[in-house]
């Protein structure tokens, strides 16, 4: 038998636990080319939130119906196979989490070109780190910075929601290719957190977030990466330089019952010459092997800092969902299953 988590209604304003429900069903027997994989980690990310709606964005992914299991990035071991390219006990990493067993097709879809089935060989290093900062997070912060913004040591950056699971490691990252660092986060515990422990300028978006703004960079600044839209977008767009640049990663103000809001002042694009763009890891897994390199050296040599969130059990995965996209939680939110 397996247990999936599944929708069980459209969540009305917040997401909640009761919109939720593990559900148990048994495992079908294998067809030719599939895989079943046991999931040992669970990755918790914000943007399933966006597919619990109605509807979602153009070009984004469907959105699931009341009864639907989940899906999310995920690491598992295979149990068994009847594909010649995974053996039993490889360690996969695929998008059929929020479940204990996965069947993984080779027909398997991706999330934005990010997640086909792959074999990892994690070594010594702890595996669900491919599920953060040598995974997705990492290289969406990669990308962000240095694709996307081309960030240089003389750019003032502003990130928001820097303790999340993206923004912790693109602060840290452009902080050590030279930058001018400041991070926004939701509360006075991970403002501290940003401050002590990682020598990062940073506020609290609860306060106002011009004056916070002007406050830690009164010459403005270069560049914005955005993991928040909203009212975080607006305020960026008044406080970049001329010739700034914006890297949308995410939306998360607008994810969680919240009406989207778009910013006001979009003709400063125009009065200032700004430069925006949107983007999602997969399209860039070029930029797999050298992001791994990088943060990999930086993590071995203790110069990046990783915080983990960590939820035991298939049966907390909804609790770590409703922490998560509440700000309860620091650095990457996973769910750890059993092995055995």
């Known amino acids: 038998m397996n247990r999936h988590l599944c929708l069980a209604r459209r969540p009305v304003g917040k997401l909640g636990g009761a ?36 509807s979602t964005p153009d070009g984004y992914l469907p959105p699931l119906q009341p009864g639907d299991a989940l899906t999310g990035l995920a690491l598992g071991t295979v149990v068994e196979t009847r594909n010649p390219n995974f053996a039993a006990g490889d360690l996969v990493s695929h998008t059929l989490g929020y479940r204990e067993f996965a069947i993984v097709g080779p027909d398997a879809r991706t999330i934005g070109g990010y997640g086909a089935p792959t074999r990892i060989d994690s070594g010594a290093l702890p595996p669900q780190w491919f599920l953060g900062p040598l995974g997705s997070a990492g290289l969406t912060a990669y990308v962000g910075l240095f694709e996307i913004l081309e960030l240089t040591s003389a750019d003032t950056l502003w990130v928001s ?96 019952g919240a009406a989207p809001a778009g910013p006001p002042n979009l003709f400063t694009m125009v009065s200032k010459g700004l430069r925006m763009r949107g983007f999602r890891a997969g399209s860039f897994n070029h930029l797999q092997e050298p992001m791994r390199q990088e943060v990999a050296g930086y993590l071995a040599d203790g110069r990046l800092s990783y915080r983990e969130s960590v939820f035991d059990g298939i049966e907390q995965a909804s609790a770590a969902l409703v922490a998560m996209l509440s700000g309860a939680t620091i650095g990457k939110t996973l769910c750890r299953l059993r092995s055995a």
């Not at 067809?31 to 994989?37: D, N, Q, R, S, W």
Request: negative net charge.
């Open 19 to 54: 919109d939720l429900t593990l559900v148990e069903m048994p495992i079908p027997p294998l067809e030719p080319g599939e895989v079943l994989i046991r999931n040992t980690w669970l990755s918790i990310d914000p943007s399933i939130r966006i597919r619990l709606a109605e």
């Open 161 to 256: 929601s820097a303790a999340g699971a993206v923004g912790l490691l693109a602060a840290q990252l452009a902080k050590l290719r030279g930058a001018t660092v400041i991070g926004s986060a939701g509360s006075p515990e991970k403002v501290a957190f940003l401050r002590d422990e990682l020598g990062i300028s940073a506020f609290d978006y609860h306060d106002d977030l011009s004056e916070s703004l002007a406050g830690l960079a009164s010459g403005g600044i270069d560049a914005y990466f955005d993991n928040v839209g909203g009212d975080h977008l607006t305020a960026a767009l008044d406080a970049l330089c001329p010739q700034g640049r914006i890297a949308l990663c995410g939306a998360v103000s607008g994810y969680d």
